[in-house]
């Protein structure tokens, strides 16, 4: 097949549409062939060698797409020990789909997104849903699970709270600001121009704050501070994220853009009962990531087909472009989502 290869691991300019091996499904795989592939930030920083692949997973880069089954791995043996079931079942906390090969879905991958072929447990697949393309299907996976891991799963977002989202733009930006609306919390989100805090508006947003001209947080403790926030930036904003948050409130670090290492006032999160909670989907084991998958096409699917979230897919660019989308992508020239499509 062919692949988005590195050429150069000190060049992250250098990805080449070029010819390499196969995958091979494994037991309890599914191998897909890719018509579409989303582009994260994960993958910009994994060609910058900032961010490496889990052990035993592909190096090729990219961590969603949507394609077409054609095969499945070696069937996994039953046992009652183990849990384990068929290779066109997802297994984790509860069955969801029995595939069939010639179905359609999305993936979470822990890498080889950017190819013609990939091999994928099928616990990790998620059905296209009703009225969407592949194309805008392989651009909210990666969005869907990690905001709805971490709003839904980890901060337990309620109707009626107030939450902060950095980065109200971008792709994970948009997609959390439509769930969290439809969850019936008060959103607040931060942007870096006028334009692009339009846009959060007419997602959902009730606060905009641009965060090159306005204080975030005076802007949270007007309105009482905030009982999440779902942070992409890391240290740079750590100590004003506590500042800005509510009584009880939940800080939860998705991103390090701005940096790995800050400092922490103990005592200003002491004072308010807080809790910070920093995390990622790539990196889990098979089970957890199961049970995101399962977690996620149960709450939030049925939003995805009856309107409530709309795909936020605003570049798509053919695979051989991948550098040129992952320039566009750290540029901030595009909103929403990039994604790459395979002839």
């Not at 900032?50 to 052990?55: D, E, G, L, T």
């Amino acid at each position: 097949m062919k692949a988005i290869i590195q050429q150069d691991t000190t060049d992250p300019t250098s990805l080449a549409w070029t010819d390499t091996d196969d995958p091979t499904p494994r037991p309890g795989e599914a191998l897909v062939r890719i018509h579409a592939a989303g582009v994260n930030r994960g993958d910009v920083l994994q060609a910058a060698g900032h961010y490496p692949p889990p052990p035993g997973t592909s190096d090729i880069i990219g961590l969603e797409a949507a394609g077409t089954i054609e095969a499945f791995g070696p069937p996994v043996e039953s046992s009652h020990e183990s849990g384990s079931t068929s290779a066109g079942e997802q297994s984790g906390t509860q069955p969801v789909k029995q595939w069939s090969v010639g179905d359609q879905c999305g993936m979470l991958l822990a890498g080889g997104g950017y190819a013609e072929r990939v091999a994928v447990p099928v616990t990790q697949l998620f059905p296209v849903p009703r009225g969407w393309s592949l194309t805008d299907t392989a651009g909210v996976i990666e969005v869907a699970a990690t905001v709805w891991s971490n709003l839904g799963m980890v901060a337990d977002m309620q109707k009626d709270q107030t939450v902060l989202i950095h980065g109200g733009s971008g792709g994970i930006g948009t997609f959390a600001i439509q769930l969290a609306r439809a969850m019936g919390l008060t959103v607040a989100t931060t942007a870096g121009n006028a334009d692009n805090l339009e846009l959060c508006r007419s997602l959902g947003a009730d606060i905009l704050i641009n965060y090159k001209d306005d204080d975030f947080v005076a802007v949270m403790k007007e309105h009482g501070g905030a009982d999440i926030i779902l942070d992409i930036m890391g240290a740079k904003y750590l100590d004003s994220n506590v500042k800005a948050l509510g009584e009880k409130g939940h800080l939860v670090i998705i991103g390090m853009q701005g940096g790995v290492k800050g400092e922490l006032n103990i005592g200003r999160l002491l004072s308010k009962r807080g809790s910070i909670t920093a995390t990622n989907v790539r990196g889990r084991s098979l089970d957890d990531k199961a049970a995101v998958v399962a977690d996620t096409i149960k709450h939030v699917w049925p939003l995805l087909e009856d309107g409530t979230i709309s795909a936020q897919v605003t570049k798509t660019l053919p695979i051989a472009d991948a550098a040129e989308a992952h320039r566009l992508l750290k540029s901030r020239e595009v909103t929403g989502k990039i994604v790459l499509t395979v002839e």
